[in-house]
């Protein structure tokens, strides 16, 4: 039965008409009390005592089904609050793995003796080796595309044969190298990650180290050196698959030869190849380090393997065009 009281105004919640009560009961009670500054009264002392255990147990701060304290604007600037800070101590970690991993690359390079060779060979071919068939094709294809584009746009103004020089800085320059560490990104980041995450699932790193094993020599320097031997042999072959496929639009679409488009490339400025293939051994420290770091975050359930093989994914390719774009401004500010 529930009353106002007459001399100060609270309303009052009789208990003494309640015969049962159980936990979801004294629950409603409880929020209904902190709600609205309910004063109990009655009861017996077996319901009181549920009614105080059930109050200790719902947190003081936030009670269920109170009514929100903060405007939409206070919450959305809480949440980008949260967000960044999330970020910040993400990116600390990963700066912290980073220096990790660069700690024990020096190390094994002054005692190349522990470099575990079969690892290395293993995972070269993983990542690099059986990748050539699909940056060869995606290459190829964006030749062609490149250069269908390009020769529409200058055809309109009588300068289809820039085509090939426009076909050759975009594909030495940026596409090559970009498209193949955005495919090695999507291919080797993902496996990388699956794979450490599963040995850390099954409690195999945390063995590792019982035995004396450092999991960053053993797991991690053999798929990071193996990206950067095979990156820029991938973007080499990128490189050759996109101007392959330039040269025979060119050569179907404005009947420039072969042998014209030869000539018009070996013009071009090799420049623009260095300028491309620079940017391949930071682009597979990027993917490597990321993939294999995901990897070690990973917790004992499927769901965090999921959820951080895509995580590494999404993260190594935003990674690798944020360093595209600061090369490209670099590149610009020094006149390459």
């Known amino acids: 039965m529930m009353r106002a009281l007459e001399a100060d105004g609270v309303t009052a919640l009789d208990l003494a008409g309640i015969t049962a009560l159980d936990t979801a009961g004294a629950w409603v009670i409880v929020t209904a009390e902190r709600r609205g500054g309910m004063r109990l009264q009655g009861g017996t002392e077996a319901q009181l005592l549920l009614l105080e255990t059930v109050r200790d147990a719902l947190p003081d701060d936030a009670p269920p089904g109170r009514p929100k304290r903060f405007a939409p604007v206070a919450d959305a600037l809480e949440r980008v ?3 960044s800070h999330a970020f910040v101590q993400g990116l600390l970690r990963v700066t912290g793995f980073f220096g990790l991993v660069i700690a024990r690359l020096v190390h094994t390079l002054l005692h190349p003796s522990r470099l575990r060779v079969t690892a290395l060979v293993f995972h070269m071919q993983q990542a690099g080796l059986n ?38 800085i975009s594909v030495l320059r940026e596409l090559g190298i970009l498209l ?42 053999p798929r990071v050196l193996a990206l950067l031997i095979m990156l ?12 392959l496929g330039g040269a025979m639009m060119t050569w179907y679409e404005l009947g420039i030869s072969p042998g014209m488009f030869r000539t018009r490339l070996l013009d071009t400025d090799v420049s623009h190849f260095l300028v491309g293939i620079v940017k391949a051994p930071f ?47 670099f590149f610009a500010a020094l006149g390459i």
């Open 81 to 83: 609050g949260r967000a």
């Open 131 to 168: 990748a050539v068939p699909i940056v060869a094709l995606m290459a190829f294809l964006i030749g062609i595309v490149l250069a269908f584009q390009g020769a529409d746009q200058l055809r309109q103004f009588g300068a289809e044969v820039f085509a090939v020089d426009l076909i050759a």
């Open 180 to 221: 193949t560490a955005i495919i090695v990104a999507g291919r080797s980041a993902s496996a990388f990650t699956a794979a450490i995450g599963s040995m850390k699932m099954r409690e195999e790193i945390d063995a590792m180290r019982t035995l004396g094993l450092d999991p960053i020599e053993v797991l991690v320097l």
């Open 232 to 243: 820029p042999v991938l973007g080499f072959l990128a490189d050759i698959a996109g101007l």
């Open 283 to 329: 682009f597979a420290l990027i993917i490597g380090v990321i993939g294999c770091y995901q990897g070690m975050q990973v917790e004992g359930n499927a769901d965090s393997l999921g959820r951080l093989t895509s995580r590494s994914v999404v993260q190594a390719i935003f990674m690798v065009i944020l360093a595209d774009a600061t090369f490209s401004i």
